[in-house]
């Protein structure tokens, strides 16, 4: 049995569980509302935000609604009540549209899609219908094309213009000049006359017919050479002149005074000598030295043999040794030490080298270390610096062209291969050499200037190092022209000779999309023969004979 402290603590429990729970309630209640209201809240904002919306862009639409007409003001009324009902409807778990604010079912107006041919039928039944008002035109468009035939149509108010504006506008627009329309225009349905498809046919084979022809023309002129001919007269053309045969020559008119021959046949020789003063005496002109000539005179270079070589050598070390000997006799350099080695050692200290053998090698040793840094340090003196020995390779390479430059012209097929052009163009730049690269199509001409000896190597490059027919060549071929066979990249030297100066700087690549542009770059600087020489050459060895 329960005591009665007990009982009242267990009612004291159950009621604090009881004040709990209420506790609990009440706090979930609160925390509902509390949702609730926030719900509503948002739900406002919005509404608020969309009428502001709703109303700015109505603001900014351009309408005049007078007063005086009461029924376009509850038209309008209408509209916006209509605008304003659209923003709460909301859609039910049945699929119905029910107005948020009071509940009531609101049946929508269905807009069918329309074709945009009946869009611009509907456009000119109410341009006819208007007759020329643009307000109304463009408000009823407007109706039209959204659909909507109750709501309120805006009118749109044109904008006044100033008096003077007005004026200007006037004074410069034409009344003659036709606005046009956005519209199609429309197409007459033409057939075309008989015969019209056979005459381009027609056509169509006389062309083909017309260029076989003229293919046929050029192969036998090519194989006549008719076309080499006249490639050769057009780079070169031939000025005729027609010289005027004097009465007397201008020397003869100093002696005769006269403008013919005619008074020869009255004199005879002995009359001519006493009356002209003419004699025997033969005058020579001064004989000039060439411009290249050289008053030096150079001894040609004996080239001696192996053992005459030797035999010198020899007796120049001979010649040295009985100086120096004269100069030890007499007392004015001290004798030279002993050149002991170690298989000379016995035979030259004797007896010394038999009371302290080590001694005497440690000696003959030293001498020997001596000696031989003696003769690295000589080496080291005559060794030539890094600068030096690019001075004397320049210096060998280098040749004196002040009084004649040889120059060397080479007809290259093709040069497109980038490998080739770097070789010319560093070659080039090593040899110290100047000149130029003209590159057009399948002729290409290489010019350089340069010494004697500098020719030799460069020309040992052109005609032998290269191998112009390996080159990655793009050598162009008619791939219409069934007899056409594979050419092979080739270098021919056009000419060489001596120039007085040089006409070039470091070596250039000049890309020359004409024969006349490459022709008159080579005529500025006066060698245009050289390209006209190439060229011909070129052409003659096209030609089958």
């Not at 969309?50 to 603001?59: E, F, G, M, Y």
């Not at 869009?119 to 659909?147: C, L, N, V």
């Amino acid at each position: 049995m329960s005591t009665p402290l007990e009982v009242s603590q267990i009612l004291a429990n159950a009621k604090k569980s009881i004040e709990e729970k209420k506790a609990q309630l009440g706090l979930n209640k609160l925390a509902e509302s509390k949702k609730d209201a926030l719900i509503a809240l948002k739900a406002k904002i919005a509404a608020s935000v969309a009428n502001a919306q709703v109303k700015n862009i109505l603001d900014n639409v351009p309408v005049s609604i007078p007063t005086s007409f009461p029924d376009q003001l509850i038209q309008r009324q209408h509209t916006l009540e209509e605008r304003d009902r659209s923003l709460n409807l909301i859609i039910d778990s049945e699929g119905r549209t029910i107005d948020k604010r009071t509940g009531e079912v609101v049946l929508l107006q269905s807009r069918m899609p329309t074709l945009k041919a009946n869009i611009k039928t509907q456009k000119r039944d109410y341009r006819t219908a208007m007759g020329g008002d643009k307000s109304e035109y463009a408000s009823g468009i407007a109706s039209t094309i959204s659909g909507v035939s109750s709501v309120f149509q805006a009118k749109v108010v044109p904008e006044k213009k100033p008096e003077g504006e007005k004026e200007v506008s006037e004074a410069f627009f034409d009344n003659r000049l036709k606005i046009k329309t956005a519209e199609r225009n429309k197409r007459k349905l033409v057939f075309n006359e008989k015969g019209k498809y056979l005459d381009i046919a027609n056509k169509l084979r006389a062309k083909s017919k017309l260029v076989l022809l003229q293919k046929e023309i050029a192969s036998i002129s090519k194989k006549t050479g008719i076309s080499n001919e006249s490639k050769l007269a057009l780079i070169q053309p031939k000025k005729t002149t027609k010289e005027i045969i004097p009465n007397i020559e201008w020397w003869d008119f100093a002696v005769l005074n006269e403008m013919n021959y005619g008074c020869l046949e009255k004199l005879n020789e002995q009359e001519l000598r006493e009356k002209l003063k003419i004699n025997r005496l033969i005058e020579h002109p001064v004989q000039m030295k060439p411009p290249t000539h050289s008053d030096k005179k150079v001894a040609p270079a004996v080239m001696l043999t192996k053992k005459e070589r030797k035999k010198l050598r020899r007796q120049n070390r001979t010649e040295l040794l009985k100086e120096e000997q004269e100069k030890i006799r007499l007392g004015l350099i001290p004798p030279p030490e002993p050149k002991v080695k170690i298989s000379n050692l016995m035979r030259v200290l004797g007896t010394e080298a038999v009371q302290d053998p080590t001694k005497v090698e440690e000696y003959v040793r030293n001498q020997m270390a001596k000696r031989q840094k003696l003769h690295e340090e000589q080496n080291a003196s005559r060794k030539l610096t890094d600068a030096e020995k690019a001075a004397k390779k320049k210096r060998k390479l280098m040749e004196n062209t002040s009084l004649q430059v040889n120059v060397s012209v080479y007809r290259v097929k093709d040069l497109s291969d980038p490998a080739v052009k770097f070789k010319l163009e560093a070659n080039c730049n090593q040899l110290h050499m100047t000149g130029a690269v003209l590159l057009y199509k399948n002729l290409n001409l290489v010019v350089v200037e340069g010494g004697p000896k500098q020719q030799r190597k460069f020309r040992r490059l052109m005609m032998n190092r290269i191998k112009w027919a390996q080159t990655n060549s793009k050598i162009k071929i008619d791939a219409n022209d069934e007899n056409a066979q594979k050419e092979t990249n080739t270098c021919a030297l056009v000419w060489e000779g001596v120039v007085k100066t040089r006409s070039f700087g470091p070596m250039i690549f000049k890309m020359c999309p004409t024969i006349s542009f490459a022709r008159e770059y080579l005529k500025k600087l006066g060698i245009e023969h050289y390209w006209d020489k190439a060229q011909s050459d070129s052409i003659l060895q096209q030609s089958d004979f």
